[in-house]
């Protein structure tokens, strides 16, 4: 039974590490997966943890090959996966509130992109602009559509997370 729980983990952190990338390159052809104005739809599965804790690794994972292939600096690889972790860590342990499961991530982006397209880029926008524009980005994108993924997965929880376990009540 752990080899079939480990197998399963592996495949559904694998599987939300290829959709944040997919989500990720399909929404750079808009350019809007990087730089100060960015809405990068793939943040909406920063609300899978409330669901499984294999969302917190493939987040991190689909995060870092993203900022990869988009031909991110370094210091974003490193640094935007690591608001994205931070993100997903902070969503699994809100997952029992009915809203403020979104905000890690939201937060946690805010908070460290501006840092880093100031000082790895070198965009000479204000901290508290670029605080706003990727805050608003991250607001669309975990807390209108997570919100609205979280509301039909929910539907759904019991065949595609049925042996996490521990889900939402809601």
Known sequence: MEKKRSALFITQAAMIAAIYVVMTLFINVFNLANGAI??????????????T?????GLFIGCLLSNTLTGCV???IIFGSIAT????LGSRTLRHTKFLYTLPPVISNAVIVPLVLKYAYGLGDAYWYLFAT??????????VLGTVLRTVLNRYKGVIFKDEGNHTAD
């Open 38 to 51: 960015q809405v990068r739809i793939s943040e909406a599965l920063t609300i899978l943890p409330v669901f």
């Open 53 to 57: 804790t294999a969302a917190i690794p």
């Open 74 to 76: 370094i210091w974003d």
């Open 85 to 88: 972790l931070l993100g997903a």
């Open 134 to 143: 990727v805050g608003i980005g991250e607001i669309l994108s975990v807390c």
